[in-house]
Antibody, heavy 117, light 108 residues
Framework: EVQLVESGGGLVKPGGSLRLSCAAS????????MSWVRQAPGKGLEWVGR??????????DYAASVKGRFTISRDDSKNTLYLQMNGLKIEDTAVYYC????????WGQGSLVTVSS | SYELTQPPSVSVSPGQTARITCSGD??????AYWYQQRSGQAPVLVIH???KRPSGIPERFSGSSSGTMATLTINGAQVEDEADYYC???????????FGGGTKLTVL
């Protein structure tokens, strides 16, 4: 059974940094493309970005709203996906989900990030 | 930037057919995916690759795509189908993905 468990969310001040982790199990993580998706309170879903597998150079792509501030990385030895968030803004407040970027995507339950002074 | 357009709301009576549309310029070339999100819960995939239903999703859910429009159809909608529905696809490059704005389905 595929399991994705996000962690690392919390309260951070504007301009601060936070790193989310996503522990994966139940599939061959190293082969999988992975994505992050977020949802601000009361708003719709927003694709944040995606990382390809190492065999495809672990290439990353990002939504325009986070490009240059957020970095997606992976540690295949730990079956873990990361989202490094720098220069956080109030509008980055959201539940962040990691997902498999596969034909039938699987999602974690999400991690809440609150950016507030 | 690429956009997928959905109607903000759709309303049907129980047992009726609900249709939710999603329009986007790249849909003739790219698959659409559909998610259901009930209040306070994580999204659940109900259709992938335009028309395929994951295991565990009721048969009343179906998907289709023609030209620049993808459609999620719920035949015989039930009260428990009340939720927000989002379409999801790529801009054609496969490097950037986007969600539609979401459609609130009311069944009453």
């Amino acid at each position: 059974e595929v399991q994705l468990v996000e962690s690392g969310g919390g309260l951070v001040k504007p301009g601060g940094s936070l790193r989310l982790s996503c522990a994966a199990s139940g599939f061959t993580f190293s082969y999988a493309y992975m994505s992050w998706v977020r949802q601000a309170p009361g708003k719709g879903l927003e694709w944040v970005g995606r990382i390809k597998s190492k065999t495809d150079d672990a290439t990353t792509d990002y939504a325009a709203s986070v490009k240059g501030r957020f970095t997606i990385s992976r540690d295949d030895s730990k079956n873990t996906l990361y989202l490094q968030m720098n220069g956080l803004k109030i509008e980055d407040t959201a539940v962040y989900y990691c997902t498999t970027a596969t034909t039938v995507p699987h999602w974690g339950q999400g991690s809440l990030v609150t950016v507030s002074s | 930037s690429y956009e997928l357009t959905q109607p903000p709301s759709v309303s049907v009576s129980p047992g009726q057919t609900a249709r939710i549309t999603c329009s986007g310029d790249a849909l003739p070339k790219k698959y659409a995916y559909w998610y259901q999100q009930r209040s306070g819960q994580a999204p659940v995939l109900v259709i992938h690759e335009d028309s395929k239903r994951p295991s565990g999703i009721p048969e009343r859910f179906s998907g289709s795509s023609s030209g620049t429009m993808a459609t999620l159809t719920i035949n015989g909608a039930q009260v428990e189908d009340e939720a927000d529905y989002y379409c999801y696809s790529t801009d054609g490059s496969d490097d950037h993905w986007v969600f539609g704005g979401g459609t609130k389905l009311t069944v009453l």
